[in-house]
């Protein structure tokens, strides 16, 4: 009788950390929420035109995204096709007839088809993220979001006016995937072309336009804690997201900079850097590079010392900030126009 009281014990710990795991996984800020996110798969349906025929299929293309497809035909693709949807045009005659039947443009788009025969996943990702900011700016409305191919032309995601975010699915294929070496991709990007980043690319462009990132004639502690709001926005959007993941690093970088904080600090202290302007000493620290100048350099093997470090720190800095100040909203704080010293003062950012 007591084995079996221990058991039915036992039982019930396993269902309820169970039933835990369940509920933490759909346990974000906005999973109340109810959104319908609409997507397309564009890239699949360009692809999908009648090579003979391009003009019709053009039209009926605009027909499904007349908000869209002139956008991406001449403002992303430069085709100067301009709505003329004839097969004469040399934007279709030359330009888009290329990208449909040139072997290494369909060889791309096949690669797409196979590392993303659906977005399911990642349309939950986004998903989720779009509760958050309905949670967190009630008034933002969802903006459909388009699959595209853009041919390599590094631009993972970006916005149409306010309704529309383009994914370009050609840009989250993987590290193993060949022409991004061939397109002179570094490796220290490679943590933003795995189909993880796709999320944290979407909604970087998302707060760009909402909060637009100055650079002229600010110094280097305004620059880092104008980064440090957006990665604490990330994480507030994405709260399940891995830090390795929303900072592009690697999860050697990410471990070091946890071991390392005050020593991060204090090399900005004792260089003068904090209030340094000139664009030349203080953008390496606040944008992605292969190590973090004078911490870390081109001859170290691992390259713990990633050069978007800065905006890292100045994630801490915002991070402290809010622990200090837990009835300030998310959106208050990115509201707010305080000076960076003055910014800092009140974060009572203490690193250790």
Request: aromatic share 14%; glycine share 6%; proline share 6%.
């Amino acid at each position: 009788m007591r084995c079996f009281k221990y058991y039915i014990i036992s039982l019930l710990s396993v269902l309820m950390v169970i039933a835990g795991s369940c509920k933490n996984h759909d346990d974000h800020p906005g999973a109340a929420i109810k959104i319908d996110l609409k997507t397309s798969r564009f890239d699949v349906d360009l692809y999908g035109l009648d090579t003979n025929k391009i003009g019709p299929g053009l039209e009926q293309l605009h027909s499904k995204y007349p908000d869209f497809l002139n956008f991406y035909l001449d403002t992303l693709m430069g085709l100067g096709i301009r709505g003329n949807y004839n097969d004469t045009v040399a934007g279709i005659r030359q330009g888009l007839r290329i990208y449909l039947t040139y072997k290494d443009f369909v060889r791309l788009e096949d690669s797409i088809k196979t590392h993303f025969p659906d977005t399911k996943i990642s349309e939950t990702e986004l998903t989720k993220g779009f509760q958050n900011m309905k949670y967190y700016f009630p008034a933002f409305h969802v903006p459909k979001v388009y699959f595209v191919n853009t041919e390599l032309n590094n631009l993972p995601a970006f916005t149409l006016d306010t309704s529309i975010i383009g994914v370009s699915l050609d840009m989250f294929l993987g590290d193993n995937f060949v022409p991004y070496t061939q397109v002179q991709i570094p490796n220290y990007l490679f943590p933003h072309i795995r189909p993880s980043y796709m999320p944290v690319s979407v909604f970087k462009v998302v707060y760009s336009s909402l909060y637009p990132y100055v650079q002229e004639d600010k110094v280097l502690l305004d620059l880092m804690l104008q980064r440090g709001k957006e990665f604490y926005y990330l994480h507030k959007m994405l709260p399940e997201t891995p830090d390795s993941v929303i900072f592009g690093f690697t999860q050697k970088q990410v471990e070091w900079c946890n071991h390392n904080e005050a020593f991060i600090y204090n090399f900005f202290i004792h260089q003068n850097l904090l209030f340094e302007k000139e664009l030349l000493k203080t953008i390496p620290y606040v944008n992605d590079g292969p190590f973090a100048r004078g911490i870390g350099s081109a001859a170290d093997s691992e390259k713990l010392t990633p050069g978007n470090i800065g905006s890292w720190l100045g994630y801490r800095m915002i991070s402290s900030y809010m622990d200090n100040h837990p009835d300030i909203p998310i959106k208050a704080m990115l509201d707010m126009k305080k000076e960076p010293n003055i910014l800092l003062e009140e974060a009572k950012y203490k690193p250790k």
